[in-house]
């Protein structure tokens, strides 16, 4: 199982930058794909940018250009840099790991974070 552990939120005005931390920890064999997804007040949880173990990376036509996604795979940590940040990231952000198991069938699972506050206002 692996537990996740979001960090780097805050408040901050447009235009501002924010840099969020994603730590994994636990018992698992490997973890595969790490990403970032935001709740909005009032909204569903939106897919921000997602990573591979390779380096390969997604992102949601929204925040292409601002955001970048980036893994650190020796401390199991992945990170949001946040530029130019709008009023409309205003949100909850989660991270998410999808990892395989270390039991002897070596199962594909996933975890989410608890979730820190990104706000954006003036």
């Known amino acids: 199982q692996v537990q996740l552990m979001e960090s780097g939120g805050g408040l901050v005005q447009p235009g501002g930058s924010l840099r969020l931390s994603c730590a994994a920890s636990?018992?698992?064999?490997?973890?595969?794909?790490m990403g970032w997804y935001r709740q909005a007040p009032g909204k569903e949880r939106e897919l921000v940018a997602t990573?591979?173990?390779?380096?390969?990376?997604n992102y949601a036509d929204s925040v292409k250009g601002r955001f970048t996604i980036s893994r650190d795979n020796a401390k199991n940590t992945v990170y949001l840099q946040m530029n130019s940040l709008k009023p409309e990231d205003t949100a909850v952000y989660y991270c998410?790991?999808?990892?395989?198991?270390?039991?002897?069938?070596?199962?594909?699972?996933?975890?989410w974070g608890q979730g820190t506050q990104v706000t954006v206002s003036s």
């Open positions: 998410n790991a999808a990892y395989t198991g270390h039991g002897y069938f070596k199962p594909d699972l996933s975890s």
């Open positions: 636990g018992s698992f064999f490997t973890i595969n794909t």
């Open positions: 990573i591979t173990s390779g380096g390969s990376t």
